[in-house]
């Protein structure tokens, strides 16, 4: 099925069962190690049987896949404390934001379902990178790549781009996580907000368009 928006109930719990897994293993989560964790869970996922499980409708922001729904998920989490997120300020614009899980419920685990599995796997695999590296990891994947072509961010990633086979996902990874220019640097939000840049939100489905544009003329 194709995302044509985000499910933020899913969402929300893709992003709790994330956070109770990550305590889980003791890893010390930002809001962009997050994001960047479930797209890469999300394209696993894919590679496996087709199937992006996240909830997330993700597209090519500021630093990567990213989605504008997910601060508002976030801080409805916060709110009903599902999730507990702590932030510090590493100088007067910048500002960092680590998540972590409220408490843990048996609950979310089976609602994450067959997405659980794929959770795990890249925090095992990638749980101890910085978000800059994290970064750096989505920005090899198909999807990402094919974005980039297009030169327009804020278009939609298509997540079946570059799809491989069950057997491959862990090679795939693998490669990608040993390319020696994927190196640890540390990436924080962009902005006291954590927002992405105002052009990126007005031009919100401007890739969309241009991406559409040249097929039309191209057939």
Known sequence: MVLLATDENRASVSIRALLESADGRRLRMTRTMVVKLLYLADFRSVASDGQARSGILWRWWHYGPYCQSLRRVEDRLV???????????????????????????????????????????????????????????????????????????????DMQVGRTDAADVDAVMSALADRPDLVAMPLVDASSLGAPDAAEIVGVFRGNRARANRRLLAD
Not at 82 to 105: C, F, H, N, P, Q
Request: glycine share 8%; net charge negative; no cysteine.
């Open 79 to 157: 709110a009903d404390r599902s999730i507990k997120r702590s932030t510090s300020y590493l100088s007067a614009d910048v500002e960092e934001a680590v998540l972590s899980s409220g408490s843990a419920s048996s609950e979310i685990s089976a609602r994450a379902g067959a997405f659980l599995a794929h959770l795990e796997a890249v925090l095992d695999d990638h749980g101890r990178r910085t978000a800059g590296a994290l970064t750096d990891l989505a920005y090899q994947t198909a999807p990402m790549v094919e974005a980039q072509r297009s030169g327009e961010r804020g278009v939609v990633l």
